[in-house]
């Protein structure tokens, strides 16, 4: 059984708050759109409408500046959570030997490693927090991509447990503004049209504003091979999200993208964790 937890996704949140704080910082670089770098629900949001996963990068290092706000990010996350995400910059030489067969992923060197340590809840804990950092990076103006298959996980620097595996991967660095030609043609391969609400939700409409607001911020959401599994229902004025039984812990990972989606769209509220886990809107701080 997964282990139940409750994780407040308000602004008012210890997580949120620590972004918050972060993405605050004096020379903070916004987005050229974002005007309102104070509110990071409001730069988290923008970031889940303008994200989209990069495959190729320029091949520099992370500025100290991104590479502070991500580390301290993650070091929260990891602190709040129990979780273990570690941030590696300037060593690619887990997408570098494997660029020829995978031909995925150009120029990659700065990676977050989101690391699994068997604990039954973990890689959905994995892809909630996994998740805020993708947005945050995105907020910096960084190309991300969370990466499952197409890299050497043997070549990646941790230094693992015996019970750890390395989930997957989150690439974070400098992008051009525009996909490339290859860029577009995977993302094409590889991105079918999205579901509609009407697919992800198992309740019909009419939903309430923040029912559905959540859902439109979940179709947004990665997922490994843009599967969507997630769907998510309503019953007495609570949402709750569930996967098909899986064994597979990137099935887990998805999970917990929409869960962090889904309550970024939905505003106020709090998740337990586990599928068919339920979303209580507005319950933290009453
Ligand atoms: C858990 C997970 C694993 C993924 N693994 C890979 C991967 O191995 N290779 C890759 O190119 N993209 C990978 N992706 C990115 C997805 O292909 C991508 O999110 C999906 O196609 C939707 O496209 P978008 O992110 O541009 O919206 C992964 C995404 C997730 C969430």
Known sequence: MARKQRLDTRLASPVDDAARRLVSVDNYRPLPRCSRVYDIRVDLLEAIDRRQSRRKYVPTPLTERDAAVLTELIAALN????????????????FDSLRRSYGMFTGVR????????????TPEKLGFDGELVNLTAVTLGLGTCIVGGSFSRSACPFDLKSSETVACVIVVGEVEPAPSTKEKLLRGAMHRRSKTLNQLSVTPPPWPDWFNAGLVAVQKAPSALNRQPVVFALSDGRASASIPATDDPLMFVDLG??????GLGAGDGTWDWGSGGVFTPGLVGL
Not at 79 to 92: F, H, I, Q, T
């Open 79 to 94: 602190d709040s959570d129990g979780v273990r995400m570690e941030l590696v910059v300037d060593n690619g030489s887990a």
């Open 110 to 121: 700065n990676y977050v490693g989101l690391i699994a340590d068997g604990v039954y809840s």
């Open 257 to 262: 993208i929409a869960k962090r989606h889904f």
